[in-house]
């Protein structure tokens, strides 16, 4: 595909520039991407702000959807070609049904389409130090992926349970991060960062009441989800889009929901400078 030529000649070349504002004794700055399914590309319009601002990010953490945005930034994508990604993004190219008792589909092809996309990359490789978190389905704990494959451990993050299959990656059976720690903000400190941006795609939904008793309990999940991991009470600052009521599974709304994260970080970005301005 074009947008693999595209990743090829830019992921590689800017690690060492990505890598210098690391030792200029300035405080440290981590990202954290909240997930949240297709209101993910929400996470775009924040990390466009953020770069048109000069804000420089030393560490970024991923969950769900954060860890594809954030892999896509970790590479050193620019953001018009993150945009382009997202462009190319369906269920047909993402999911597969799946005839197993551990799910409905499978994200076998989200798997693949990351490896073509990214490239055969490991998190040794990126320009920007990278975490991501799932959840371990056996041990009912948090984990924190920072080595070997990314495609894989981006798969295991984003892997739904009770719908998409879960993933055995290095003897644990992995499911979705936003389950156990939906913004990864503690890694982020344990990574070195002095100051911690947070950006929650989440929000609970009032309005599902119309649908009655299944409406609240929709609502109870996205509570759940949302604060999962304390990640949003830890941060130093916390973007948060609104989406609430937003869609988690329409494509088609990524230009709504790109614009939605670039201004909800403009109103947050005086917060950001008064740090960069102390720090």
Not at 121 to 150: N, W
Not at 184 to 213: E, K, S, T
């Amino acid at each position: 595909m074009a947008l693999l030529g595209i990743v090829k000649t830019d992921h590689r070349l800017p690690i060492t520039a990505h890598r210098l504002p690391m030792n200029n004794g300035r405080k440290q700055i981590g990202l954290a991407l909240g997930g949240g399914v297709v209101r993910g590309f929400a996470h775009i319009g924040v990390l466009a702000v953020l770069e048109q601002a000069a804000v420089p990010i030393d560490f970024v953490t991923g969950a769900s959807v954060g860890a594809i945005i954030g892999a896509a930034y970790a590479t050193g994508m620019k953001i018009p070609h993150i945009i382009q990604m997202a462009e190319g993004l369906q269920w047909f190219r993402l999911a597969q049904p799946a005839f197993s008792r551990e799910g409905l589909i499978s994200f076998a092809k989200l798997e693949q389409w990351l490896a073509q996309t990214f490239g055969h990359l490991h998190f040794e490789d990126l320009a920007i130090p990278f975490a991501i978190v799932a959840t371990d389905l056996e041990k009912a704990e948090s984990v924190v992926l920072r080595s070997g494959p990314l495609a894989p451990a981006i798969r295991a993050s984003c892997s739904v349970p009770g719908v998409v299959t879960p993933l055995r990656l290095d003897g644990r059976l992995l499911c979705d991060g936003g389950i156990s720690n939906n913004l990864p903000v503690a890694p982020l400190r344990q990574m070195g960062a002095d100051f911690v941006i947070g950006v929650d795609v989440f929000q609970h939904a009032p309005q599902w009441r119309y649908l009655g008793p299944l409406g609240r309990g929709l609502t109870a999940i996205e509570i759940m989800v949302e604060h999962s991991g304390g990640g949003l009470q830890n941060a130093d600052c916390l973007i948060a889009p609104d989406l609430s009521g937003k869609t988690y599974v329409r494509f088609d709304k990524r230009n709504e929901l790109i614009a939605l994260g670039r201004a909800a970080t403009e109103a947050q970005l005086p917060v950001i400078q008064q740090f960069l301005d102390n720090g």
